[in-house]
């Protein structure tokens, strides 16, 4: 069992930047997979980025390449991400999840899931 607190969200200027970050409970926090997703109003959630359970393999969405990383700390059982050039069309509430398998940009693959964090790029 995994629990996932997402927190780092806030309004922003287009063109700034936020961190998320998402901290989770448990010792085994190494093992999974994770990944963040977004949902802005009236879309359905949508895959932002993921990351290996080592860290060394990731994979962002198209529209946020280049932009945003994902990167984790296994020690502090805490996985981020960091948007740069933030725009208005990023407006979403983001939430992260654990995967007990792979890291994929298939929402269904993931078992754990926050609460969420909200992210408004005003322009």
């Known amino acids: 069992q995994v629990q996932l607190v997402e927190s780092g969200g806030g309004l922003v200027q287009a063109g700034g930047s936020l961190r998320l970050s998402c901290a989770a409970s448990g010792r085994t926090f190494s093992s999974y997979a994770m990944g963040w997703f977004r949902q802005a109003p009236g879309k359905e959630r949508e895959f932002v980025a993921a990351i290996s359970w080592s860290g060394g393999g990731t994979a962002l969405a198209d529209s946020v390449k280049g932009r945003f990383t994902i990167s984790r700390d296994n020690a502090k059982n805490t996985v981020y991400l960091q948007m740069m050039s933030l725009k208005p069309e990023d407006t979403a509430v983001y939430y992260c999840?654990?995967?007990?398998?792979?890291?994929?940009?298939?929402?269904?693959?993931?078992?754990?899931w926050g609460q969420g964090t909200q992210v408004t790029v005003s322009s």
């Open positions: 999840a654990a995967s007990n398998t792979v890291a994929t940009i298939l929402r269904s693959k993931y078992d754990y």
